[in-house]
Every structure is written in C-alpha cells, then in structure tokens.
C-alpha cells in the first residue's frame, strides 16, 4: 500500500507550504502553526488532500 502524502496549506494565503506523510489511524484533519514564506509570518496550515 502506498504511503500517502498530503500537504499542509497555509489558511490565508492557501499556499500549500509543506508536505507530510498521512496517518491512516488519525481521522481528525490536522491543523499547526507552521511559518509561511508568502505571509511573512506564522499561520495556521491545514492538511489538504
Ligand atoms: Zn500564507
């Protein structure tokens, strides 16, 4: 089975900043502060599929 990947978006600017590898057990969508180039600043990046 393949791992899957799924990228964390920046929720102001939806520029999609980092890429992580998906947890089958987590169900829940992940969201963290993470810094974004095109803010300029920390944001809250959400997990997009
Ligand atoms: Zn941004």
């Given amino acids: 089975m393949a ?3 799924v990228a964390l978006a920046c929720s102001v600017c939806g520029s999609r900043n980092y890429t992580i590898s ?3 057990n987590r169900t829940n969508r992940l969201e963290v502060n993470k810094f974004c180039k095109h803010c ?3 944001t809250l990046h959400q997990e997009t599929k």
Avoid: A, D
């Fill in 40 to 42: 300029g600043q920390y």
């Fill in 3 to 5: 791992n899957r990947k």
């Fill in 22 to 24: 998906s947890n089958p």
